[in-house]
């Protein structure tokens, strides 16, 4: 039986209820489950106790307000944008199985849309057929894929994907990396090689570090982002899976613990179901409003 999302519950919470302790208590329990943590739960549901009571808020959609404006506090969302005329480096992030290969195409396609010149690096040099699935998507767009043999060193991929766009005068390298199971030592000092590099051979303020998340996968996005943010500092996160049983409240515990801002909501499995996020259209996505 399929998970509701947070939406389906806080309708039902919702119904022909009175908003009392019980109400806020079953709302507390709606937000621990839809991703948002424990911690924000209780204080989103305090607060909203409280502003309801200053407000006067009586009916459904008064409660249903007042809640969208404390989360709108609480997510961040801003888009990259490659400068013009220098080497911009985007490097993807997240562990297997979150979409990441898939999202950097989808990623080079929105930004060719856009005027960019753009790069694929094949920056995953350990996952079986990792390079041939980038390439493959790179075939597809008609974007170029720079690869080197599988198991060499990573950044040597991202260096010379670098030096290419360099010589043509500027333009974007979107970068896959590994995402071997995110609290491993060795994977996070690669990481940190890796943007090493990215950083020497882009020019200032043009490395990007993208963080790509599940949106099915619970509370543990979370320790996710703080893995790789202790790693290598990350300046935006993209939400995958968007379409399927998504919640979504990962977003909001993101942009509160950590300050990391949402940039794209994939929603499909085509290239072009990326889209940069809107702080409003997602809060209300997410209350079902």
Not at 44 to 72: F, H, M
Not at 74 to 87: F, H
Not at 169 to 174: A, H, N, Q, R, T
Request: proline share 1%.
């Amino acid at each position: 039986m399929a998970k509701l999302t947070f939406a389906q519950k806080f309708k039902s919470i919702l119904s022909g209820r009175k908003f009392d302790e019980d109400f806020f208590d079953d709302l507390t329990d709606a937000l621990v489950e839809g991703d948002i943590g424990a911690k924000n739960a209780f204080e989103i549901s305090e607060r909203l106790q409280e502003n309801c009571k200053k407000s006067g808020a009586a009916g459904e959609d008064d409660v249903k307000n007042e809640l969208e404006k404390i989360l709108l506090e609480y997510l961040r969302t801003s888009t990259p944008e490659p400068q013009d005329g220098k080497t911009n480096v985007f490097l993807m992030l997240g562990v297997n199985g979150v979409g990441k290969t898939t999202t950097a195409a989808k990623l080079a396609r929105f930004y060719r849309e856009k005027g960019v010149n753009v790069t694929l690096a094949a920056a995953d040099t350990f996952r079986a057929a990792a390079e041939e699935q980038l390439q493959m998507h790179g075939d597809r767009l008609g974007i170029r894929v720079v690869a080197h043999q599988h198991g060499s060193d990573p950044s040597s991929v991202v260096f010379d994907a670098a030096d290419s766009i360099r010589a043509a005068g500027g333009g974007l390298v979107i970068a896959d990396t590994a995402g071997r199971l995110h609290n491993k030592e060795n994977l996070v000092k690669e990481l940190q090689k890796i943007e090493k590099i990215a950083s020497q051979k882009s020019d200032s303020e043009c490395c990007k570090k993208i963080l790509v998340i599940d949106s099915t996968t619970g509370q543990n996005a979370l320790r996710q982002a703080e893995v790789f943010n202790e790693a290598v500092k990350v300046d935006f996160v993209i939400l995958t899976k968007c379409d399927s049983t998504a919640k979504g409240g990962a977003a909001f515990a993101i942009g509160k613990e950590l300050g990391i801002p949402l940039a794209f909501v994939c929603n499909g499995e085509h290239y072009e179901n990326i889209a940069a996020a809107d702080a409003e259209d997602f809060t209300r996505g997410f209350l079902g409003k």
